[in-house]
């Protein structure tokens, strides 16, 4: 359960007489009550009962407010006469162009007027909402509920954070609405898993201190295996060692496995994710301006860590199996250095560049490493990669690259459904010319000029002929701009895309 929202669905009968019988000690103590208008402010069987001898007071107070049940907006009533709520809020839901995601958005916009901890009904007698819009609306309000202030020592004099907020949501049918939620349950702490990841200092979040709370995940049943230095230099994951040879904080990787297949021999799906936990450019080191954010060039591992957890707390039936990459690039006199050639453990040598492409060269030994040894249906990887990638597309989408058709599709349909977005750009042979190297196999740049897509094609060196999707998050996993759902810097965006993908197709 989210530690920032406790919420429970409730029959509508319920609601009535507690809300009226429940008496009225003193202010604040009877809470926030949320009802729904349509269009021209049409109200519900069950919001027009609930209110009933004060239905031409909000009528009245609609129509001084201009207030006609659009979406996206509110008429907020302090203490009304004849309503049995400290505050009533009337939310609007007419949308002339319904969105895919529209209930999700609707429970992040309610939380946002919601904040201080009193008591809240939602009384959700929306005409033909299902079962699972109900557990989306929950879903909505926890996604927006969430805060990291584990470092702030002053409390805000406005009582927000002090306590969960508790929310009854008053349905139709309560059991259909509470099966919907338990998935939603899952979704939302996984998302809050990874966005406490991201969120966390990079003194906090060292690669060996995010392997340990990766390997928490055993308490839902994810077997959890995390090599060191010396089994990944037994391996010959030489590529990824490089990137970490230069900080004081030992590199780490750690594969995570899911096994829900009715059965457990069936091949796996595998996600893969760049946990660089601080990203200084190395010898190629970046300008100070804005370093501080690339604590967050573990959004990649992040984000897979939090699906993981999503997968494994609603009792996915699906083999998964994932590996993320821990390290810290960092300035020193054993980092690698730019002219350096390494070998990597598909065989293939790299030279490197520039010490700042680190994220491909810590991808390129995972993805070999999966594809080698777990033969996947198929691998998605995830990474912070390019800054490239926010000049093509902004904090909207994130990039998509790949060798098969079929995946690309699925996960921009999913995209659409969950409102993280992904948008394809090319792959091909075409543009192995802008990575071959002088003196190695590749090189972990190649200019400027296409630099996100470059990257993917150096990826695509190291899947084989396995279906791959690279997702470049760069502009959607940290410092992406708040919406009705995420306030926080660290965003968990992917998990609820990869859940959804994974739900529609693997299972
Ligand atoms: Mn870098
Ligand atoms: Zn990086």
Known sequence: MSSFVSSEFVPFDQIAPTAREGGAPGPGTRGTVVVFAGQDVALGGASTHFLEAALGTVKDAAAIARFKGKSATVLDLIAPAGVAADRLLVVGLHAEKPQPNAFLTLGGFVMGKLKQAAPVTVIFDVPDASNEQAADFMLGLKLRA?????????????GEGEA?????????????????????????????FARTLVNEPPNVLFPVEFARRVTELQKLGVDVEVLDEAALEKIGMRALVAVGQGAEHQSR????????????????????????CFDSGGISIKPAAGMEDMKGDMAGAACVAGLMHALAARNAKVNVVAAIG????????NAQRPGDIVTSLSGQTIEIINTDAEGRLVLADLLWYVQDKYKPVFMIDLATLTGAIIVALAHEYAGLFSNNDELSERLFAAGTQTGEKVWRLPVGPAYDKLIDSKFADVKNTGGRHGGSITAAQFLQR??????????????????SPHDETNQSWGSGWGVRLLDRLVADHYE
Request: hydrophobic letters at 40%; aromatic letters at 8%.
């Open 164 to 192: 969960p907020v508790s929310v009854r949501i008053a349905v139709a049918d309560v059991g259909g609405a509470q099966l919907a939620g338990g998935r939603r349950d899952a979704l939302s702490e996984g998302v809050d």
């Open 146 to 158: 969430y805060r990291f202030d584990r470092y702030k020592t002053k409390k805000k004099d406005d």
């Open 253 to 276: 990787v750690a594969i995570m496995r899911w096994n829900g297949a009715a059965d457990a021999d069936a091949k796996p799906i595998a996600f893969v994710g760049k946990g660089v």
């Open 462 to 479: 190291f899947v084989n002929d396995t279906p791959w999707a690279h997702l470049d998050i760069a502009g959607t996993g940290m410092g």
């Open 326 to 333: 821990l390290v810290e690039n960092m300035p020193d006199g």
